[in-house]
């Protein structure tokens, strides 16, 4: 039997190294963060793009990003448990809308319920903390 030979390996045995990525991050209150996603089964992967080009296209312009090696970060995601990493991804989900979310939570606000609904609440709470009492005294 001859060995047969495949010209496009899908998934080589070897990784290569794909050289500075543009990684998408996010600003928090320790700096800047690189961002992690999850692939189609749940699982979590980093991801570089080659190009900002690429990134823009697939993140929106207004992600901003930072310029990595492939081992870089690699080591960046190995602590929080991410051992993947995507090149290049094509989809992603489309950002939630923040005026939407800022509108509901003011409609949610506390300061928005009816004086009797949150003198409910407190009585309610009030009875809970004295069946608990009685079950403690005895």
């Known amino acids: 039997m001859s060995p047969v030979e495949h010209s496009e390996d899908p998934e080589p045995c ?3 190294p794909a050289g500075l990525l543009f990684v998408p991050v996010r600003s928090g ?3 800047c963060t690189a961002r992690l ?14 190009s900002a080009a690429k990134l823009t296209a697939t993140l929106g312009p207004d992600q901003a990003s930072i310029r990595l090696s492939e081992p870089a970060l690699r080591a960046l995601a190995a602590p929080l448990g991410v051992t993947a990493l995507t090149v290049d991804p094509q989809f992603s989900a489309p ?6 979310a ?4 003011r409609e949610n606000s506390w300061r928005r319920w009816h004086p009797q609904h949150v003198g409910a609440l407190r009585v309610t709470g009030a009875a809970a903390v004295v069946a608990c009492l009685n079950l403690l005294i005895g």
């Open 14 to 16: 070897e990784r290569v």
């Open 29 to 31: 209150p320790a700096g």
């Open 37 to 50: 996603f999850r692939t189609p089964l749940g699982g979590r992967t980093a991801a570089g793009f080659t």
């Open 95 to 100: 950002s939630a809308d923040r005026t939407a």
């Open 102 to 105: 800022t509108v509901r939570e």
